[in-house]
């Protein structure tokens, strides 16, 4: 499915699946133990697409819908969900200890953590997706009786309109420091709305203000590995087009960008992620697509001054 400018989508089509996607890889690993999100489950299920609810109650088969010792599948996704899950709870942690009291979730899909972190007195959690979305998830929440943990405030604005309005409009105060998420979602902008997104975090954030981003490339060859992926996956019952929903093409150093508006970076590559939690990393060098995954990195940024 080729995106567009003004494209639109919900949870069970277009860009949005990717949140019920992930979000089944969460459901799988909270199963294994390997993460606690009681939430994921029951809200892949109420979005309704059937091949991610068999894989997040555990009916399907990673023999059934991986190829075998591919960089990435359903097994390789769940294993990347909880160690990156793992880090941005324990960022969330960090800052909470460092004295931040807001947090925005930008593209906060099917994410709970607004209702599962114990989250500090007086915490406001912004979350920020289109309107479909956050409307979806609140009211799903609601009926499974859920409360949160934090004042949850969602922000329904397209991050390619005017978000940092609808957040002020919300309730959003600049002049605090700020713990912002980017999880999954630099690879779904454009080169240049990534750019403008960042710009805008800056502008936001107060001295003192935190961000931890996820940072993944996509090339010519890993196009073509998940187009493979995911004909397996629709030969398997998978009813929603997933390939292609990204931007391709040179874009700018996440890192490095944020180091020029004045924020002090600190890189953790989503290999060394994987192997602090136990999990096997990707190998440098054995194929292209294996070691497009060994550039990937999780980015933690500081603004200097402030709380921090």
Not at 6 to 11: E, H
Not at 87 to 104: L, S, W
Not at 159 to 172: E, I, N, T, Y
Not at 239 to 250: A, I, K, S
Request: with cysteine.
């Amino acid at each position: 499915m080729v995106r567009t400018d003004n494209d639109t989508w919900g949870l069970a089509f277009s860009v949005g699946a990717t949140a019920t996607m992930v979000a089944a890889g969460r459901a799988r690993a909270s199963r294994a133990a390997l993460i606690d999100d009681p939430f994921a489950e029951p809200l892949v299920r109420a979005v309704g697409i059937d091949f991610f609810t068999r894989w997040a109650c555990g009916e399907l088969d990673t023999a059934d819908v991986d190829f075998p010792d591919a960089p990435w599948g359903m097994q390789r996704m769940t294993d990347q969900q909880a160690a990156r899950t793992r880090h941005i709870d324990e960022f969330f942690a960090a800052t909470q200890q460092a004295g931040i009291r807001q947090a925005v979730i930008l593209a906060s899909g099917l994410d709970a953590r607004g209702y599962r972190l114990p989250w500090a007195a007086q915490t406001v959690v912004f979350e920020i997706d289109v309107p479909q979305v956050i409307e979806f998830k609140a009211a799903t929440l609601a009926a499974l009786g859920a409360a949160p943990t934090a004042d949850v405030r969602g922000v329904p604005v397209d991050l390619r309109h005017d978000w940092p309005a609808a957040l002020r409009q919300a309730g959003f105060d600049p002049t605090r420091p700020t713990a912002w998420a980017a999880e999954g979602l630099f690879g779904y902008l454009p080169p240049a709305g990534q750019d403008l997104l960042l710009d805008n975090i800056s502008a936001l954030s107060a001295s003192g203000s935190q961000l931890l981003a996820e940072v993944f490339f996509s090339a010519p060859a890993s196009r073509e590995l998940y187009d493979a992926i995911f004909a397996r996956w629709y030969e398997h019952g998978l009813d929603v087009e997933m390939d292609r929903l990204g931007y391709p093409g040179d874009r700018n150093d996440v890192a490095t960008y944020l180091q020029r508006h004045g924020w002090r970076v600190t890189r953790t590559l989503l290999n060394e992620l994987l192997v602090a939690n136990g999990f096997r990393p990707h190998a440098v060098g054995r194929s292209t697509d294996e070691t497009m995954f060994t550039e990937n990195y999780y980015c933690t940024a500081v603004l200097p001054g402030g709380l921090s």
